[in-house]
């Protein structure tokens, strides 16, 4: 367990020494503060170093690598399940790559660099949104499910173009992260879902919408279920409980948070937008107590939720901001705790205890 306490203690440690600083005009530090890129980097290497049976299906994507390799091209196509994009992806980092462990390497960057682009430029708080990253399940999935994490690597992609209002760009991207996992289907909303305007008075119809949607979780999600198709729709068909409602309440309570904490005149579009993909999470995750397929769907757009919530800390003029900063300290604190209390006992994707590949 060590090399996750290191990867949490030491951007901490760097932040607790960069809010010191700021008090000590005689030695200078840079504008910004590199705790998120510390965090993803030491996120990379563990990714990077990790040893073929950390990740309940890492070896498997191992075994792929090394497959596809000693194949043609359509033969691996019709001899994989995965989804086609991604077979040929790897078939091209066979003719480039030597060796698994590389090829684990690439992938991990190809993953987390994009995510680590978007903390670095949009955080306002890196310490919160680095302990809200923590306790989704983004976090692990980068351990385990590797076609899925290079989707989730075009979610960043897709929402600079959605920002500078290039549709066809967004959709073209979204379609490529599709044929790496049909669950990224879900991106091509991003476009619309960020320009919409959602304003607090809307509760009154998203409340009821909400509600709606969780007694009747069963029915609605048989009428989207064949849009992933026949496979997902053959292996996905029997609902199940997940036991996500814990995400539930948290979801619940964030967008109570974000729609009546700030003031609506401090909120710039990125937060605007954020808070609208937040409004669609909490929908996604009333399916996701039936499926894991719904839960995974989510996935592409919790790292913007992550970053949601500190910007809504920072537009609450009601309070005074020392309080605001306790309650900043507060969910930082919190989160933390609560991700080190979860690795102790959830290890669905086998990322418990982490193993360097030379162990």
């Given at each position: 367990?060590?090399?996750?306490?290191?990867?949490?203690?030491?951007?901490?440690?760097?932040?607790?020494?960069?809010?010191?600083?700021?008090?000590?005009p005689?030695?200078?530090?840079?504008?910004?503060?590199?705790?998120?890129?510390?965090?993803?980097?030491?996120?990379?290497?563990?990714?990077?170093?990790?040893?073929?049976?950390?990740?309940?299906?890492?070896?498997?994507?191992?075994?792929?690598?090394?497959?596809?390799?000693?194949?043609?091209?359509?033969?691996?196509?019709?001899?994989?399940?995965?989804?086609?994009?991604?077979?040929?992806?790897?078939?091209?980092?066979?003719?480039?790559?030597?060796?698994?462990?590389?090829?684990?390497?690439?992938?991990?960057?190809l993953?987390?660099?994009?995510?680590?682009?978007?903390?670095?430029?949009?955080?306002?708080?890196?310490?919160?949104?680095?302990?809200?990253?923590?306790?989704f399940?983004n976090?692990?999935?980068?351990?385990?499910?590797?076609?899925?994490?290079?989707?989730?690597?075009?979610?960043?992609?897709?929402?600079?173009?959605?920002?500078?209002?290039r549709?066809?760009?967004?959709?073209?991207?979204?379609?490529?992260a599709t044929?790496l996992?049909?669950?990224?289907?879900?991106?091509?909303?991003?476009?619309?879902?960020?320009?919409?305007?959602?304003?607090p008075?809307?509760?009154?119809?998203?409340?009821?919408?909400?509600?709606?949607?969780?007694?009747?979780?069963?029915?609605?999600?048989?009428?989207?279920?064949?849009?992933?198709?026949?496979?997902?729709?053959?292996?996905y068909?029997?609902?199940?409980?997940?036991?996500?409602?814990?995400?539930?309440?948290?979801?619940?309570?964030?967008?109570?948070?974000?729609?009546?904490?700030?003031?609506?005149?401090?909120?710039?579009k990125d937060?605007?937008?954020?808070?609208?993909?937040?409004?669609?999470?909490?929908?996604?995750?009333?399916?996701?107590?039936i499926?894991?397929?719904?839960?995974?769907?989510?996935?592409?757009?919790l790292?913007?939720?992550?970053l949601?919530?500190p910007?809504?800390?920072?537009?609450?003029?009601?309070?005074?901001?020392?309080?605001?900063?306790?309650?900043?300290?507060?969910?930082?604190?919190?989160?933390?705790?609560?991700?080190?209390?979860?690795?102790?006992?959830?290890?669905?994707?086998n990322?418990?205890p982490?193993?360097?590949?030379?162990?």
């Amino acid at each position: 367990m060590i090399p996750y306490y290191v990867l949490i203690g030491a951007p901490l440690l760097f932040a607790l020494f960069h809010s010191l600083s700021l008090d000590r005009p005689l030695h200078p530090i840079p504008r910004k503060n590199y705790t998120i890129v510390l965090f993803f980097f030491l996120y990379f290497l563990l990714l990077a170093l990790r040893r073929g049976d950390v990740g309940v299906d890492t070896a498997g994507y191992l075994r792929g690598f090394t497959r596809f390799g000693n194949m043609p091209l359509a033969q691996a196509f019709l001899t994989s399940r995965w989804e086609p994009g991604f077979v040929a992806f790897t078939k091209f980092l066979t003719y480039i790559i030597p060796t698994k462990q590389l090829f684990l390497a690439v992938m991990a960057g190809l993953c987390v660099f994009p995510i680590a682009h978007l903390f670095y430029h949009e955080s306002e708080d890196d310490v919160t949104g680095m302990a809200l990253y923590l306790i989704f399940p983004n976090f692990m999935m980068l351990f385990s499910g590797m076609r899925q994490s290079l989707a989730m690597a075009f979610a960043p992609l897709i929402f600079y173009a959605v920002r500078q209002r290039r549709l066809w760009l967004s959709l073209i991207l979204a379609g490529v992260a599709t044929m790496l996992h049909n669950s990224a289907l879900i991106l091509f909303v991003m476009y619309p879902l960020y320009h919409i305007r959602l304003r607090p008075k809307h509760l009154f119809w998203l409340i009821p919408g909400y509600v709606f949607t969780f007694f009747n979780s069963a029915r609605l999600y048989y009428l989207f279920l064949p849009l992933f198709g026949q496979d997902y729709a053959d292996r996905y068909e029997e609902l199940t409980q997940t036991g996500a409602t814990t995400m539930i309440i948290l979801f619940s309570l964030f967008v109570a948070y974000a729609f009546l904490a700030p003031n609506e005149e401090l909120m710039d579009k990125d937060t605007i937008g954020f808070r609208n993909i937040l409004v669609l999470v909490l929908f996604i995750q009333m399916f996701a107590t039936i499926s894991p397929l719904t839960m995974r769907m989510n996935y592409y757009f919790l790292p913007f939720v992550a970053l949601l919530i500190p910007k809504i800390s920072h537009r609450i003029t009601r309070v005074d901001r020392r309080y605001v900063q306790l309650i900043e300290m507060g969910l930082a604190a919190f989160f933390l705790l609560y991700h080190l209390v979860k690795i102790q006992s959830d290890d669905t994707l086998n990322i418990y205890p982490y193993h360097f590949f030379w162990q």
